[in-house]
C-alpha cells in the first residue's frame, strides 16, 4: 500500500507545480505529509471508483462515487487544505 502512495503524492506535487497560479498555493512533499498525518487535508482521490477500492491514501474520500455529495465533505473553511489527485496524466 505504501509503494502506491508515495508515487501517488509525487505525482501529485508535480501537478500542483504544473498548474502553478495565483488561486493555488505550492505545499512541499514533507508539507503535505504532515498535513495528511495531522488530518489537516480533505484528500479527492479522482482515480475512480475500482482504482480507490484497490488502494488509495488512507482517508481520502472517492470522487466518482460521491457525486452531489461532495461539498457536504470539504471544509465550511475556505482556506483550508483540499488536495485532489489523480494517476490518469490527461
Same mark, same amino acid.
Given at each position: 500500500? =505504501?509503494?502506491?502512495?508515495?508515487? %501517488?503524492?509525487?505525482?501529485?506535487? /508535480?501537478?500542483? @507545480?504544473? @498548474? ?5 498555493? *505550492?505545499? +512541499?512533499?514533507? &508539507? %503535505?505529509? +504532515? @498535513? #495528511?498525518?495531522?488530518?489537516? #487535508?480533505? %484528500?479527492?482521490?479522482?482515480? !475512480? /471508483? *475500482?482504482?480507490?477500492r484497490d488502494g488509495h491514501i488512507p !482517508? @481520502?474520500? *472517492?470522487? &466518482? +462515487?460521491? !457525486? &452531489?455529495?461532495?461539498?457536504?465533505? %470539504?471544509? =465550511? *473553511? =475556505?482556506?483550508?487544505? #483540499? ?6 496524466? !490527461?
Amino acid at each position: 500500500m =505504501k509503494r502506491k502512495i508515495i508515487p %501517488l503524492l509525487v505525482l501529485l506535487l /508535480t501537478g500542483l @507545480a504544473l @498548474a502553478k497560479s495565483s488561486e493555488y498555493l *505550492d505545499i +512541499t512533499y514533507p &508539507d %503535505l505529509l +504532515t @498535513a #495528511v498525518k495531522a488530518h489537516q #487535508v480533505v %484528500l479527492i482521490d479522482c482515480n !475512480g /471508483t *475500482d482504482s480507490y477500492r484497490d488502494g488509495h491514501i488512507p !482517508g @481520502a474520500i *472517492d470522487f &466518482d +462515487t460521491q !457525486g &452531489d455529495n461532495l461539498a457536504s465533505h %470539504l471544509p =465550511k *473553511d =475556505k482556506s483550508a487544505l #483540499v488536495v485532489a489527485y489523480c494517476l490518469n496524466p !490527461g
